[in-house]
C-alpha cells in the first residue's frame, strides 16, 4: 500500500498555504499508510546558512544546550529551534559534515533527518493526523513539499523507517512499491562511501539516486538509469531544492495520479488526495505514464523523458 503526495507550488501567494494544503493531502491517503508518516517541507533559505533535522527519543535532554555545544565544537554560531521530538539545527553553510561527527561524540542517540539549504524533514510512527498535528505541519510555509503514509512491508514500524528519506544535500524520496534488489545495491553503494542508515529498501532507492548525481548525472539521468538499475515495482516522487520529480516502473502497477494548473503541479497516490486543491475542477489531470520521468523546477522548464519499457 502506502499513500505519497506532492506539491510543487508556481504562484508564490499560495507558499504561506503549502503545510495546510500538504497535510490535507496526506491525511486523505490514511488508509494507505497509518503506521507512521513524515512531510518534507521546502522554505526560506538564509545566505550563507544551511539546515540539518534531527529526532531524539528523549528531546528534552538531548537538545538541551545542544546548539551551545555544537558552536564550542565547530567554532561558530549554531540555532536550534525544538519542535517535538525534531529540531531544526541553522548552521554555517558547509559545515554539514563537522556538526554531523560533533553529533556523535555529543550524542550518538540523536538521529539526522535531513540536511540542505532550505528542506526541512518531519516523520514518526503514528496515524498521519497525530504526526501532523504533534509538528504543526499545516502551519508551515514554502515552495514545494512532499508525503508520505506508510503501512510497513520489508521493515520494522520506527521513526527512521518512515518516509521521505534524505541521502544527499536538499534531496529527498518517497516511494511506493517494492525493490526486489535493494540489499545488494545497499552493500554497492555503502562501498562507494554512501551512507544509508536503515534495512528499508526506500533508502536505497533513495541513495542510489545521490549515487548517480554525486557521479555527474542530472536528477532526470538518474531517475532514467533506476528504470535499468532498480528491480521490482516503485513510484517514486524526489524533492530537490528547487523542484521535484515523479518516476514509474515500466509496469506501474502502483496507482498514481497529478494534476497542474496555473497555480500548481500535485501528485497523489489517488485522485482524492486532490480534490481539495484550488482550482482542481479546471486542472489538466492525468496518470503519470510508465518508464516516463516527469520533472518540475524552479529554474527550469518543466520536462518529461520516455523511456521504452
Same mark, same amino acid.
Given at each position: 500500500?502506502? *499513500?505519497?503526495?506532492?506539491?510543487?507550488?508556481?504562484?508564490?501567494?499560495?507558499?504561506?498555504?503549502?503545510? =495546510?494544503?500538504?497535510? !490535507?493531502? $496526506?491525511?486523505?491517503?490514511?488508509?494507505?499508510?497509518? %503506521?507512521? !508518516?513524515?512531510?518534507?517541507?521546502?522554505?526560506?533559505?538564509?545566505?550563507? +546558512?544551511?539546515?540539518?533535522?534531527?529526532? #531524539? #527519543?528523549?528531546?528534552?535532554? #538531548?537538545? #538541551?544546550?545542544?546548539?551551545?555545544?555544537?558552536? %564550542?565544537?565547530?567554532?561558530?554560531?549554531?540555532?536550534?529551534?525544538?519542535?517535538?521530538?525534531?529540531?531544526?539545527?541553522?548552521?554555517?553553510?558547509?559545515?554539514?559534515?563537522?556538526?554531523? !561527527?560533533?553529533?556523535?561524540?555529543?550524542?550518538?542517540?540523536?538521529?539526522?533527518?535531513? +540536511?540542505?539549504?532550505?528542506? =526541512?524533514?518531519?516523520?514518526?510512527? *503514528? $496515524?498521519?493526523?497525530?504526526?501532523?498535528?504533534?509538528?504543526?505541519?499545516?502551519k508551515m510555509s514554502g515552495t514545494h513539499g512532499i508525503g508520505h503514509t506508510r503501512m510497513a512491508t520489508e521493515s520494522a514500524v520506527t521513526t527512521m523507517g518512515a518516509h521521505p528519506f534524505n541521502t544527499g544535500d536538499d534531496q529527498c524520496l518517497v516511494h511506493n512499491g517494492s525493490l526486489s534488489n535493494h540489499n545488494s545495491l545497499r552493500r554497492k553503494l555503502r562501498r562507494e562511501g554512501i551512507h544509508i542508515e536503515t534495512e528499508n529498501d526506500t533508502e536505497v532507492g533513495a541513495a542510489y539516486l545521490t549515487w548517480q548525481m554525486q557521479n555527474g548525472a542530472t536528477l532526470g539521468e538518474a531517475l532514467e538509469s533506476s528504470l535499468d538499475d532498480l528491480d521490482g515495482f516503485f513510484t517514486f516522487v524526489v524533492g530537490t531544492k528547487d523542484g521535484f520529480g515523479v518516476v514509474r516502473d515500466p509496469i506501474a502497477c502502483k496507482p498514481a495520479v497529478m494534476a497542474e494548473t496555473d497555480q500548481y503541479v500535485a501528485f497523489g497516490s489517488e485522485y482524492r488526495a486532490l480534490v481539495d486543491l484550488p482550482g482542481i475542477e479546471e486542472a489538466r489531470v492525468w496518470e503519470p505514464e510508465p518508464a516516463t520521468v516527469y520533472f518540475w523546477s524552479h529554474n527550469a522548464a518543466p520536462s518529461t523523458t520516455e523511456k521504452a519499457a
Open positions: 500500500m502506502c *499513500g505519497i503526495v506532492g506539491l510543487f507550488l508556481k504562484d508564490k501567494s499560495l507558499e504561506p498555504q503549502l503545510g =495546510e494544503m500538504l497535510t !490535507a493531502m $496526506l491525511i486523505t491517503m490514511t488508509d494507505r499508510g497509518p %503506521d507512521s !508518516a513524515g512531510i518534507a517541507i521546502y522554505g526560506a533559505q538564509t545566505d550563507g +546558512r544551511s539546515k540539518m533535522t534531527v529526532q #531524539a #527519543a528523549d528531546p528534552d535532554t #538531548a537538545f #538541551a544546550g545542544l546548539d551551545k555545544a555544537l558552536s %564550542d565544537v565547530i567554532g561558530a554560531t549554531v540555532g536550534i529551534s525544538v519542535k517535538s521530538t525534531h529540531a531544526v539545527l541553522d548552521i554555517p553553510a558547509g559545515s554539514t559534515a563537522q556538526v554531523r !561527527a560533533a553529533l556523535k561524540d555529543i550524542n550518538p542517540d540523536i538521529r539526522l533527518m535531513s +540536511r540542505g539549504d532550505n528542506l =526541512e524533514i518531519y516523520k514518526e510512527v *503514528g $496515524l498521519p493526523k497525530d504526526v501532523a498535528a504533534q509538528f504543526d505541519l499545516a
